[in-house]
């Protein structure tokens, strides 16, 4: 009989697939592009790694107790895996979320037991409205309260060393030479980078790519619609001496390689999903046939179904005018 022992036996051995449709403008002589797919988590994302790494390393440490409560800041994705953990480890879990966040994260979360506070984004980091800071005092007050706290947590960037970068150098035997992958906390991009540049004595490229407005790209942390990505403060968890280079991508273009994604390739992904496919393929358009080029894709599309998706709402932004792609009208003809 073969089956796992739990589902968070199920977490990380993600696949790479290649890119056809969205690379095809490269001509003969472009890359190999593989997408590593992390949708195909447990809970839907690449965060089920930390999450789990963060757990156990809190366990122990005694940090976690035997019936403790997980708190955290989180856009969806981290609480979705810090719940798969808890429930399968008997925690409960609180999360604070920004109010950009979709209807449907939030609503998975509350479907995992967890209860869920709402903050506004539009105010600094420091505010005690934000979900920082509301974080910090609910695991102040709440007894028995661990927060995992993944921007600083250096499981974090461990969880991608030790799983995400050995997995995607053994998919492409060592051949890989560019990554490139969307930076929130910067786990994803510390982790494997430090593991792909060491692995490779430094000859695999790192690129990070950030919505225009995020710190990492130069920016003042001005407001941007893509979800999960970028930061209007440097965390922690981000290591500054990995990327070779960072590329600035606009909401529109996410948004519309992002739709592209599910039409094309049959990858129903988010948006800082197309946000790296974006990057990737600006990078492609200077590599040759001798390069591979793995882009990170975090999580699936169907959080995003109300917006990304959302013809209206795509309109109501102008992104449909930006080369957001035809209407769902359009496509059934
Ligand atoms: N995309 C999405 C949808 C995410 O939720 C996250 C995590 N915040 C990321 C990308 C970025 O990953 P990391 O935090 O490892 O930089």
């Avoid at 789990?52 to 895996?81: D, H, K, Y």
């Amino acid at each position: 009989m073969q089956y796992a022992e739990s589902v968070v036996e199920l977490i990380g051995n993600t696949p790479l697939v290649r890119l056809n449709a969205v690379t095809a403008h490269l001509g003969p002589d472009a890359p190999l592009v593989l997408a590593k797919v992390e949708y195909v988590n447990p809970g839907g994302s690449v965060k089920d790694r930390i999450a789990l790494r963060m757990v156990e390393a809190a366990e122990a440490s005694g940090a976690l107790q035997p019936g403790g409560t997980i708190i955290e800041p989180t856009s969806g994705n981290t609480g979705i895996g810090l719940a798969i953990v808890a429930q399968t480890r008997g925690y409960k879990c609180i999360f604070v979320c920004p109010d950009k966040v979709g209807h449907e994260k939030i609503n998975v979360l509350k479907a995992y037991g967890a209860e869920v506070h709402v903050c506004p984004t539009a105010v600094d980091p420091a505010d005690p409205r934000s979900y920082y800071s509301v974080s910090d005092r609910l695991a102040r007050e709440t007894p028995g309260g661990w927060k995992a706290d993944q921007y600083a947590n250096p499981n974090n960037p461990r969880s991608h060393y030790e799983t995400t970068g050995p997995e995607i150098w053994t998919q492409t035997d060592g051949k890989i030479t560019h990554f490139v992958t969307g930076a929130g906390t910067g786990g994803t991009i510390s982790g494997v980078g430090r593991y792909l540049k060491e692995a490779s004595e430094g000859r695999v490229q790192v690129i990070g790519a950030d919505p225009e407005g995020s710190v990492y790209s130069g920016g003042t942390g001005r407001p941007y619609l893509v979800e999960g990505v970028g930061e209007d403060f440097w965390p922690e968890a981000y290591d500054k001496s990995i990327a070779d280079e960072i590329v600035a991508v606009s909401d529109g273009d996410s948004f519309a390689m992002t739709r592209r994604l599910a039409r094309e390739e049959g990858l129903l992904v988010g948006g800082s999903c197309g946000m790296a496919v974006v990057a990737a393929l600006r990078v492609a358009e200077r590599l040759t046939k001798d390069d591979v080029l793995v882009v990170l894709l975090p999580d699936g599309g169907r959080g995003y179904l109300n917006k990304i998706f959302n013809d209206e709402w795509m309109a109501d932004y102008g992104f449909l005018d930006a080369g957001g792609g035809e209407t769902v009208g359009e496509l059934l003809d």
